[in-house]
Every structure is written in C-alpha cells, then in structure tokens.
T-cell receptor, first 110, second 117 residues
Framework: RKEVEQDPGPFNVPEGATVAFNCTYS??????FFWYRQDCRKEPKLLMS???SGNEDGRFTAQLNRASQYISLLIRDSKLSDSATYLC???????????FGKGTLLTVNP | GAVVSQHPSRVICKSGTSVKIECRSL??????MFWYRQFPKQSLMLMAT?????????EQGVEKDKFLINHASLTLSTLTVTSAHPEDSSFYIC?????????????FGPGTRLTVT
C-alpha cells in the first residue's frame, strides 16, 4: 500500500461545480495532515491544514477520519482559478518528514 | 510571511559540471530545510533534510557525495549537484520549516529547473 494515495484523476468540472478529493494514508502514527495545491511547473503552496474536527476556509472544507486513515477536500462553487494539482500531504508520525501523494489534477472549465 | 526564495530559477549545464542551488527563508528563521526533487508527472520526493549547523540526513537512495547540502545559517541552505548527468535533470524544490519537530507546515521555494545536456 502506498504511503499516501489519492484519486488518480484528472477531474474536469464546470465552473460552479462542487468537487471532492479523497486521500488515504498508511501510517497510523501520522500526526499532521495538509492539502497543498501545485500549479503547473510551480512549487506547492499550502492550501490548508486538516484537523480532526474538520475545518473550513471559505469554499474549501477539509475532513480527517483517523480511524479510516482518510482525508478529504471539498471545493464548492469552483472557480477557473481553482485549476491546479491538489496534493494530499501527511507528516509521518514521530519524524518531521512530509510524504506527498501523487496529486490529483483539477481543471475547471468555463 | 513565510517566504522562501530559491536561486537560480532555471539552469542549464553541461554533463560533468557542478551546479549550486541556494534556498533562503526571507522572513523567518528556518531551523530545518528540506530538499525535494520532482520529475514530470511525479510527486515530490524528499532527498534530504538539513538542520542548521549539522550534517544533512539523506533519504535512502540519494547519494550524499553527489548532492552536497550545506545549511550554514538559519536562513540559508545550499544544494550542490556535483558531476551532473542528464538523468539529474529535474525540478529541485526546497522548503523551510520554523519548527524542529513534525507538525509544522513547510513553505516551499519557487523551485529550480535543472537541465543537464
């Protein structure tokens, strides 16, 4: 099982659609979870941290289920500018290293 | 805040030469810096972790004599690719964290695209 596994995508959605990304992780000792976005040929940028209680930032909602080792990201009312690759990132338990999923490419169409 | 710069953004070099990439945290002190490599359509792969003033910790399969890392200050880390070969062509990205332990977000530099001819 891969350390961090994401929907392979790609996702193509119209503007205004709601889109959900799913991610699973294998290390049950993982402590911190993040969603990053990466634009083509650019560096990853932190979108949001993911907390056990779930958290929301505007149109973005992240959920964490530790029992299932599952993380999700929901984007509501998607915009053209949301087009990017979304990376699920997990901190590996007792160490400080981040493990990245392969990413899911989202294209929002006009 | 949390701005990380990298230089150069793009470099083309001949096989056998060495290339140095700089990573700077501009508005915070980075106790730990990380170096990643990303091949096309692949995820970021951690190459090494460096803490200021100590030797870098390399991931399995990464040659420490080929990828020299120096973290001389709390705001600067350098990666030198020695005797570069075409297979070293990749997108090299650094990140910096202000915390010593896990759980702290990492902030990424804009990356350096290396092409070895």
């Amino acid at each position: 099982r891969k350390e961090v596994e994401q929907d392979p995508g790609p996702f193509n959605v119209p503007e205004g659609a709601t889109v959900a990304f799913n991610c699973t992780y294998s290390n049950s000792a993982s402590q911190s979870f993040f969603w990053y976005r990466q634009d083509c040929r650019k560096e990853p940028k932190l979108l949001m941290s993911v907390y056990s209680s779930g958290n929301e930032d505007g149109r973005f909602t992240a959920q964490l289920n530790r029992a299932s080792q599952y993380i999700s990201l929901l984007i509501r009312d998607s915009k053209l500018s949301d087009s990017a690759t979304y990376l699920c990132v997990v901190n590996g338990g007792s160490n400080y290293k981040l493990t990245f999923g392969k990413g899911t490419l989202l294209t929002v169409n006009p | 805040g949390a701005v990380v710069s990298q230089h150069p953004s793009r470099v083309i070099c001949k096989s056998g030469t060495s290339v140095k990439i700089e990573c700077r945290s501009l508005d915070f002190q980075a106790t730990t810096m990380f170096w990643y490599r990303q091949f096309p359509k692949q995820s970021l792969m951690l190459m090494a972790t460096s803490n200021e003033g100590s030797k870098a910790t390399y991931e399995q399969g990464v040659e420490k004599d080929k990828f020299l890392i120096n973290h001389a200050s709390l705001t600067l880390s350098t990666l030198t690719v020695t005797s570069a070969h075409p297979e070293d062509s990749s997108f090299y990205i650094c990140s910096a964290s202000s915390g010593l332990a896990g759980g702290h977000e990492q902030y990424f530099g804009p990356g350096t695209r290396l092409t070895v001819t």
